[in-house]
């Protein structure tokens, strides 16, 4: 199984897609993107939630990377 996560699926501006064959693999992506492209260094509990609801799973990606 892939796990994917698109940033826009959050509601913002932003192209970041990134992928990963298990799902703990993709948060530690999405943490050095948070910190780079949005200046956070911190992900607090409710964006946490807001990214685990939009992560996609499955055996093929419904969009571009």
Not at 3 to 18: A, I, P, Q, V
Not at 19 to 26: L, T
Request: glycine residues 4%; charged residues 35%.
């Amino acid at each position: 199984m892939t796990y994917y996560f698109k940033c826009k699926d959050l509601g913002w501006n932003c192209s970041f897609e990134n992928h990963a064959e298990k799902r703990e693999d993709i948060f530690p992506r999405i943490r050095i993107h948070f910190h780079y492209a949005h200046a956070t260094n911190d992900i607090d509990e409710e964006t946490m939630k807001k990214i685990e609801s939009v992560i996609y799973e499955g055996e093929e990606y419904k969009g571009e990377i």
